[in-house]
């Protein structure tokens, strides 16, 4: 029988597989998996959701103007130039749809966030990794794999999943050393939980120039990640070729309501970042007592390190047996490390407890 067949190059992807939530046997497990905010999302992001329920039988404005304009007072970027997604997924997929296809080269730093070589497949291109020095993106190992061929650059700034970051002045230099031709990406992600003051999220690079692209999400320190919610500031030629090609309606009615909220109530994002930067370098400190490497992290979130891959591996069964979810990293080019959320008091403190019975 013959069947429709994909595009080259499709059936060749590794599908993204996403952190645990449920461990079979355990009604409660501690998920530390993904990267979610362990004090959820604010009360008013919670009563805007259910608002909209009533409206269910609406489509959802498709120019998500009252989201734009709150991301415009509370960012201090142009309104104009922001534009919504579902998940910065979605954004990142649209970017090299836009602006790659087949023959053409998609740069990223060696243990960049998945999404940017699976994107670059999906779309024909071919993605191509620059290696990292102390698990840190490099701006000469970036430079060095842009060639006739690149289109876009995409940096994770910090970094997800070693928690890594690059100063001002280095984003700057990765920047300058671009042909005006490549579009540099900035993966701001995880920027809310950054108190570096040498660290910039990208919104001023890309206002001073034509080829930068910042990327946000709700889903970390906001805590909607079930919304699935992101959103890109762009130069106005930018912005007028992602809303050609997004779909007309792309992010939903309780999304967009949702992140209004979340984004104006400061004191829950407060919160937020406090709880971080209590519980940060506690995990950190207490994994070090235990013989694991903690990889210095700026995020809400340390990469593990373990002996090898067997070691981490052992840890990550037996942590599941107990009831608490980790995040392998093999798929990252990891396999001797485990990434770790930030989670609550409880959270914390059973892990640390649950690894320290394992190791001994």
């Not at 355990?26 to 998920?31: D, F, N, Q």
């Not at 949702?258 to 995990?283: C, F, K, Q, Y």
């Not at 840890?315 to 798929?331: D, F, N, P, S, W």
Request: with cysteine; glycine share 10%.
């Amino acid at each position: 029988m013959t069947t429709p067949a994909p595009r080259p190059g499709i059936l060749e992807l590794d599908p993204y597989v996403g952190g645990l939530h449920i461990v079979d046997g355990v009604s409660h497990p501690l998920v530390l998996a993904s990267n979610e905010s362990p004090l959820g999302p604010s009360p008013k992001a919670l009563a805007a959701y259910a608002k909209v329920a009533k409206m269910l039988h609406r489509y959802p404005d498709g120019d998500c103007l009252a989201l734009r304009r709150a991301i415009s007072r509370r960012y201090g970027c142009d309104a104009e130039n922001v534009v919504c997604g579902n998940g910065s997924d979605e954004l990142i997929a649209m970017l090299i749809r836009a602006y790659a296809g087949p023959g053409d080269e998609v740069v990223h730093s060696r243990h960049g966030f998945l999404m940017y070589p699976i994107s670059a497949r999906a779309a024909g291109a071919t993605p191509v990794a620059a290696e990292e020095v102390n698990l840190t993106a490099d701006v000469d190992a970036l430079l060095a794999k842009v060639g006739a061929k690149t289109r876009l650059v995409f940096l994770a700034n910090p970094n997800n999943p070693t928690g890594s970051y690059i100063p001002a002045a280095e984003l700057e230099r990765l920047h300058a050393g671009l042909p005006g031709n490549v579009l540099l990406v900035v993966d701001s992600a995880y920027a809310e939980y950054v108190g570096r003051n040498d660290y910039a999220d990208g919104i001023e690079l890309v206002e001073a120039h034509d080829n930068v692209v910042m990327i946000r999400t709700f889903s970390k320190i906001y805590g909607l990640a079930a919304l699935r919610l992101g959103w890109a500031y762009c130069p106005p030629a930018v912005t007028d070729v992602l809303n050609r090609i997004r779909g007309p309606f792309n992010v939903t009615a309780p999304a967009q309501a949702a992140g209004v909220a979340a984004i104006e109530d400061i004191e829950h994002t407060d919160m937020s970042r406090a709880h971080n930067d209590t519980w940060l370098p506690w995990l950190a400190e207490r994994l070090e007592g235990l013989g694991v490497t903690a990889h210095p992290s700026v995020g809400n979130f340390v990469l593990a390190g373990f002996a090898d891959a067997d070691a981490a591996g052992a840890a990550y069964e037996v942590l599941l047996q107990r009831g608490v979810i980790t995040r392998l990293m093999g798929g990252y080019g990891l396999p001797q490390c485990l990434r770790i959320t930030v989670g609550t008091e409880d959270e914390m403190t059973g892990l640390i407890a649950a690894l320290g019975e394992h190791l001994g």
